[in-house]
T-cell receptor
Framework: DADVTQTPRNRITKTGKRIMLECSQT?????MYWYRQDPGLGLRLIYY???????NKGEISDGYSVSRQAQAKFSLSLESAIPNQTALYFC???????????????FGPGTRLTVL | GESVGLHLPTLSVQEGDNSIINCAYS??????FIWYKQESGKGPQFIID?????DKRQGQRVTVLLNKTVKHLSLQIAATQPGDSAVYFC?????????FGGGTRLMVKP
């Protein structure tokens, strides 16, 4: 979805390096998410943010940190990358409104990260 | 060692046939369900959704069925085409967050 962009699309790095993955959206959504996908597995939530001042840990936040610089930008950092953080990383956004029983998320194209 | 789930369940269908992809969800309090399609090298794309007060919803060539009694969701694709080849994920929501299933790979044979 071109409304959600991720940079870089591919990154190879070494163990111990600090890495930042960036996500931008033009959908005007308040909510943003970072997921990790490993081969053959579903998506696992790392962090999520319901607005600029609201950041929450997901299922697998250890070893990661995030920053919500603006409504449209949500970055994910690996403080000290390790090989088992090699995965596909997806950013997503949603526009949940009070009274609506729906939280459809729209995904970016993903960043393939390899940690050697 | 090998990661659990490395080998996705795979459904292989002939082009033109109908496909049925199944999903068992875990939370009886989930009130909203979504099917996503993920093509190779791309992010998941929304296909169709259904609320818990419905048992069937139809889209273009796709139908989602919800059986709350047994916590089962299915995606039916009519007249499957090569472009339908992808991994399909179901997701359930309690209103705030989505929980994703492990996915099923659909392969369409010409």
């Amino acid at each position: 979805d071109a409304d959600v962009t991720q940079t870089p699309r591919n990154r190879i790095t070494k163990t111990g390096k600090r890495i930042m993955l960036e996500c931008s959206q033009t959908k005007g959504h308040d909510r943003m998410y970072w997921y990790r996908q490993d081969p053959g597995l579903g998506l696992r939530l790392i962090y999520y943010s319901f607005d600029v001042k609201d950041i929450n840990k997901g299922e697998i936040s250890d070893g990661y940190s995030v920053s919500r610089q603006a409504q449209a930008k949500f970055s994910l950092s690996l403080e000290s990358a390790i090989p088992n953080q090699t995965a596909l990383y997806f950013c997503a956004t949603s526009d949940f409104r009070r009274g609506r029983a729906a939280d459809t998320q729209y995904f970016g194209p993903g960043t393939r990260l390899t940690v050697l | 060692g090998e990661s659990v789930g490395l080998h996705l369940p795979t459904l292989s269908v002939q082009e033109g046939d109908n496909s049925i992809i199944n999903c068992a969800y875990s939370n009886s309090a989930s009130d909203y369900f979504i099917w996503y399609k993920q093509e190779s090298g791309k992010g998941p794309q929304f296909i169709i959704d259904i609320r818990s007060n419905m048992d069937k919803r139809q889209g273009q060539r796709v139908t989602v069925l919800l059986n709350k009694t047994v916590k089962h969701l299915s995606l039916q694709i009519a007249a499957t085409q090569p472009g339908d080849s992808a991994v399909y994920f179901c997701a359930e929501s309690t209103g705030n967050m989505l929980t994703f299933g492990g996915g099923t790979r659909l392969m369409v044979k010409p």
